[in-house]
Structure formats: C-alpha cells, structure tokens
C-alpha cells in the first residue's frame, strides 16, 4: 500500500518504438552511411551476416566496425556532425512526423492536463544519426548505438551496442527512471518507487528483434503492438505470427497518419491506460483519507 503522505506519481505513460522498420520501411543506414560510403546495401549486410558466422561475433559489433572500415578504405572520415547531417535522407511511413504532437494532445486532452506522455526510440541503428532527425525534440530519450570518438572526432570502435536482448536493459531504465547509462539499474527498487510502471509503457515494432522487449512489457501488464508494411506479405506474415504468439495486442499497417487504424489503436489502449491511472489515484486517495 501507499506510503504515508506520499503523493501519486505513477501518472506518466511511455510510449517506446523502434525504429527501422517501425517508424522507416528500411533501416537507417540504407538512408544515410551506405549511399555515403558507395556499398549497395545487400552487399553490405550479406557481408555483415558472413563475418558474423566467421568470426562468431555480435552482429551489431560486425556491423559498426565494417563501416568504418569501409569508410576507412574510401578516406571517408565519419563524425557526428556527419551522422547528424545524413539523418535528412531518411524517409518515413506516412504521418510519422506529424504523429507524436497530435498524440501528445489527445493524451492531454483526455486526462485534462494530469497525465504526462513520453516518447522513446530504443534501436539497433546508430544514436548519432538519430540525433539528426528533424523530430528528434518530440522524444523524451533516445536509446540506440553508438561509437567512441577520437581526439579529431573520427568514429574509431562502437562505444555503446543495442541488440534484440539488450534492448531490454532501457525498458528498465525507463521503469526505474534511470535512464543514464552510468546509473545503475540491478539494485532493488519497489514498484511504488519506479518512474513509469510497465502497464503505463506501450512499444511498437515491427518483428521478431522487438520480440524481447514485447515479451517484457506485455507480461508486466502493459501493451505492445506490431506494425508492417503495407502490402508486405512477409512484414504482415511476422505480425500475425506475433499476435499467435500473444506477443502483440494489435497488428496493423505501418501508417501514422490522422485517423489511421494504428491511430485508433493507439488511442485506444492510451484511453485503457488514462482511464487506469485515474482509477488507482482514487483508490490512492481513499487510503490517504482513511487509513494512512
């Protein structure tokens, strides 16, 4: 039960997405390092997949470090400005851009000003192209990998990676509200202590590397929907194998715009979630008044 005196605060839902293929038909270096570097991307990621099983290495190390040695081999120097400045090649699915502000008002709308919306991305893409995207300020935290510097700003090894399985370490990180990689988040903390309680998060993916992620926030009570291609047989074949398994509430069409069925969706569960925050600050309320 409550604390004594201590106020409410479990009114902020989480709204977490990936990003290639969720928010982009492709992923980002499609957009962005390849076309820079002149690599066609089937060649790039075949070779990736090579190395991978070659040298039984992390897929996401091979292909940061395959980069840059591509890069490397052109006189190709590569610095966050660089990122920052390819992230303008990137092309969404529709109403992306438009997206996160009309849901932020209809959230605040329905609550009346109570309930606080945050937007996440948690990615295997590269954290310095992110930071070029023109709706980087919508997001309250942006997760994803990234590369150490040298004294010239020239990438030189990843810094940071974030695979299937670790994208689950920031699903915590945004539950505990420790959201800064030096913070660590294996110590105990109650439920009633945690920034954003899992039945507040909503993720949206596209397969089967949003698996994990899916499979922690929808156990803990919160909600998980896959998004798909329109006219992809294989994008919608993975959803539907994701709604079989019960990894997902909802499959749908990876389309943003106003009044679109993942719109609907969307506010659909965000009602769900509103409508849950009020009931546990009444009961909240209740224990104040008359037991605390």
């Not at 303008?88 to 008002?105: A, D, M, Q």
């Not at 699903?171 to 420790?178: A, D, P, T, Y």
Request: aromatic share 12%; glycine share 6%; proline share 3%.
């Amino acid at each position: 039960m409550p604390k004594k005196r201590q106020a409410f605060k479990h009114n902020i839902v989480a709204i977490i997405y990936d990003f290639d293929g969720t928010l982009t038909e492709k992923p980002m270096q499609e957009y962005t390092v390849l076309p820079k570097i002149g690599i066609p991307a089937k060649k790039f990621w075949d070779t990736v997949n090579e190395e991978t099983k070659k040298t039984k290495g992390e897929q996401i190390v091979t292909y940061m470090r395959l980069m840059l040695k591509y890069a490397d081999n052109k006189d190709i120097a590569i610095k966050p400005a660089d990122f920052r400045k390819l992230a303008k090649n990137i092309k969404y699915y529709p109403g992306v851009e438009k997206f996160f502000e009309r849901i932020n008002k209809f959230v605040d709308s329905l609550s009346n000003g109570k309930v606080e919306l945050r937007h996440y991305i948690i990615s295997a893409g590269l954290k310095e192209i992110l930071n070029g995207i023109p709706f980087k300020n919508k997001f309250h935290n942006i997760f994803a990998s990234e590369y150490h510097y040298d004294k010239y700003y020239h990438a030189d090894f990843p810094k940071i990676i974030v695979n299937d399985t670790l994208k689950t370490q920031f699903i915590f990180r945004i539950n505990k509200g420790r959201e800064k990689m030096h913070e660590s988040i294996n110590t105990h903390m109650s439920h009633l202590d945690r920034a954003i309680p899992f039945r507040n998060m909503l993720y949206i993916g596209d397969g089967e590397s949003d698996v994990p992620c899916m499979t922690v926030i929808k156990k803990e009570g919160g909600y998980a929907i896959a998004v798909c291609k329109k006219g992809s047989s294989k994008g919608i074949n993975k959803a539907k194998d994701l709604l079989k398994a019960e990894r997902v509430d909802f499959i749908t069409r990876a389309d943003y715009s106003k009044n679109s069925e993942l719109e609907k969706i969307v506010k659909i569960i965000l009602r769900n979630i509103v409508e849950g925050i009020t009931f546990r600050k009444e009961i909240f309320k209740q224990y104040l008044t008359y037991i605390a």
